[in-house]
């Protein structure tokens, strides 16, 4: 903690006297959503606030298998970009573990939305331990219901 003569500096992370930092592992699942390395994880606990913690640790917080319903989405907005008004998108999965849990599991940006994009990001989830996604909830979009199925070869998802 750094020095505070004058009894200004009021922590967030870690409060005064705090000896419990076990609100540490939604930190750890925000910065594993955000797309850090388990390295790069613990190098910042260690960092941040003098935490040694293990891969294996930050593995078992992190590591999720089967999710109950997971959501996709994404909003569309324009950004300036080289001088000029160009149009973007972030990509949002938000999943519903067996304990009723909710977790971002992920925000990408891309350009547009397109099924395409949506596979890339559910052979990422894959890639990341997901094994089973129980419902998937989508919009409309031309072409999702094919990324889905190439995903997963039973799928059971839910267009609005």
Known sequence: MPRDRNSELEP???KKHQNDVSGIED????MYAKGMTVRDIQAHLKSIYGIDASPTLISNI???E????????????????DG????KAA???IGIDLDGQKDVLGIWIGENESSKFWLKVLNELKNRGVKDILIISVDNLSG???A??????RPRFKSA
């Open 12 to 14: 967030v992370a870690v």
């Open 148 to 153: 889905i199925t190439v995903y997963s070869p």
């Open 91 to 93: 990509y949002m999965v």
């Open 66 to 81: 089967i999710y109950t319903m997971v959501f996709l989405d994404s909003i569309h907005y324009k950004v300036r970009q």
């Open 62 to 64: 992190t590591d999720k």
């Open 84 to 87: 000029q008004v160009i149009n």
């Open 27 to 30: 930190q750890v699942i925000s």
């Open 144 to 146: 999702i219901s094919e």
